[in-house]
């Protein structure tokens, strides 16, 4: 495995374990369901999912970190995953079994059951906590220790020019807005069933939480019952304009809306945006999913302009295929600007994955959030983007995006 591999996923560990043992709370899942709010999980709950993840073989890299200091972390599963490396060291007898943490390898992504320890006994809740049987239990200053470590060791995952740049690559984002988590849950699941297929030499580079800080705020707001709207990141940057597709100066009413709904001052000014921008640099993507909440439904660039795209008519197949499989009543398919009543948006990352990197990407406003006559919901901005029944929604979502994030044809 290339050395820089190596750090990366080291550093990504460091900080996931890091950012585990800060954020490790009561389960916000259980206080939503009290309110009728759905099963949703907590920011320190989806970063152990992350883990977990991790644990069956996914390579976690850190990207970057939030304008707070949360860590950015990219889950990379298939052809290009650290573990594909991995299977080519076995292979060589250059790696002993216990450097392999028990894993077997198979279709380059190495597994094991969801729920089971390496030695494959199941844990007794099916999570593991961190520093399990894999690694001892580390200190708080160890901790620390080794994610400073890690992360001076570079922050920048390869760009080798090798075999990555040519492995077609599925990139899927979630939780850029930061109240519509049924999109962060519905990756996670996708991520899932992801794990244990055959990707046929396809990569796939997932970032479930792009937004960390605003994730984190609206936690906080649902923990202390205060309903309150939140949309940026810890700078008020609305981040879906903030990408470099159709971005320009405004003129003073836009700046005005500008103070609600803020691009930043110039395309990927935020952290967030430039980890993301830096850690496809070097790709080869031609699929990109970016999961939202909850207009119910698929939609495709163009947002910054009029013209349709010159693939329009492939984009359109693949939004289609994905709005009448989402759910029992389709979803609708269409191109984002026409969505947006022909109101131009500029700085999304959809445009921004077609324009800059020529990938079929896929917005989806996951549910329609049905609201029902409860007053609690009516008030409460978490319940407009996010279904009370979370479970009933994500399976079918997931069986609707799976051909496409795998690379099928429309
Ligand atoms: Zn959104």
């Excluded at 940057?237 to 500008?258: C, H, K, M, P, S």
């Excluded at 609600?260 to 980890?275: D, K, T, Y």
């Excluded at 389709?330 to 009543?341: E, G, I, K, L, T």
């Amino acid at each position: 495995m290339p050395k820089s591999d190596q750090a990366s996923e080291e550093q990504g560990r460091a900080a996931l374990r890091a950012a585990l043992f800060v954020h490790r709370r009561a389960p916000l899942s259980r206080l939503l369901a009290r309110r009728g709010l759905g099963p949703y999980r907590g920011y320190g709950e989806l970063l152990e999912a992350i883990e977990r993840l991790a644990d069956r073989g996914a390579q976690v890299t850190l990207i970057g970190r939030s304008i707070r200091g949360e860590p950015l972390l990219a889950v990379h599963l298939g052809a290009a995953s650290l573990a594909a490396a991995r299977g080519e060291k076995q292979a060589a007898g250059l790696l002993t079994p216990a450097a392999q943490g028990g894993r077997s390898v198979a279709n380059g992504v190495s597994l094991r059951p969801l729920g089971s320890t390496p030695d494959g006994t199941p844990d007794a809740d099916g999570s593991r906590a961190p520093g399990g049987a894999d690694d001892p239990a580390p200190g708080d200053a160890v901790l620390a220790q080794l994610a400073e470590r890690a992360e001076r060791a570079s922050l920048r995952p390869s760009t080798g020019a090798g075999s990555r740049e040519r492995v077609r690559t599925t990139v899927i984002l979630s939780g850029i807005h930061p109240l519509e988590w049924i999109g962060i849950e519905a990756h996670l699941a996708l991520l899932d069933r992801l794990a244990t297929q055959d990707l046929g030499g396809r990569s796939i580079l997932a970032v479930p939480i792009v937004n960390p800080d605003g994730l984190l705020r609206v936690e906080m707001n649902l923990r202390a019952g205060r309903h309150r709207y939140v949309r940026g990141n810890a700078r008020g940057v609305d981040l879906n304009r903030n990408f470099d597709a159709g971005w320009y100066e405004r003129g003073l009413i836009q700046r005005f809306i500008g103070l609600l709904f803020s691009p930043g001052s110039r395309p990927a000014s935020e952290p967030e945006v430039e980890a993301i921008a830096h850690a496809l640099s070097s790709r080869r993507i031609d699929r990109a999913l970016s999961l939202h909440s909850a207009g119910g439904a698929v939609l495709y660039p163009p947002a910054h302009s009029l013209w349709p795209v010159a693939d329009a008519a492939e984009h359109r197949a693949f939004a289609q295929r994905v709005a009448r499989a989402a759910d029992r009543r389709p979803y609708r398919a269409m191109s984002y600007v026409r969505f947006a009543w022909g109101v131009r948006k500029a700085g999304l990352e959809i445009d921004w994955l077609h324009d800059r990197h020529g990938a079929l990407s896929l917005l989806v406003e996951c549910s329609r959030g049905k609201l029902g006559l409860r007053p609690s919901r009516l008030v409460e901005p978490f319940a407009w983007h996010n279904p009370r029944r979370l479970d009933d929604a994500t399976p079918p979502l997931v069986d609707a995006l799976l051909p496409f994030v795998k690379g099928a044809r429309a």
